[in-house]
Nanobody, 120 residues
């Protein structure tokens, strides 16, 4: 099985920064697109940022210029650097990683989420 472990969430003041990490382990032949999603109270889960195996990045309009997604293929890890945080960025952040198995099947795996809280 594939397991994702997120870290880096917590409480930060408005205008501050956090860096989230998500490391994948288990039966992994290849990793395709990696991404971060978030869900605020009373809202649907939404895409924050993605990065393909080739390094192409895509961001939600609301975070462009403040958040940066990156990946370390040797460590099977995706990062989300969050700068100039705002109260509206408060949410549970989930990572998602597309995994190719040794039998050529492809599945998406989700982390359990890490809480980001922004204080005024």
């Amino acid at each position: 099985q594939v397991q994702l472990v997120e870290s880096g969430g917590g409480l930060v003041q408005a205008g501050g920064s956090l860096r989230l990490s998500c490391a994948a382990s288990g039966s992994i032949f290849s990793i395709n697109t990696m991404g971060w999603y978030r869900q605020a109270p009373g809202k649907l889960r939404e895409l924050v940022a993605t990065i393909t195996s080739g390094g192409s990045r895509n961001y939600a309009d609301s975070v462009t210029g403040r958040f940066t997604i990156s990946r370390d293929n040797a460590k099977n890890t995706v990062y989300l650097q969050m700068n100039r945080l705002k109260s509206e960025n408060r949410a549970i952040y989930y990572c998602k990683i597309g995994v190719g198995s040794y039998t050529l099947t492809r599945d998406d795996y989700w982390g359990k989420g890490t809480q980001v809280t922004v204080s005024s």
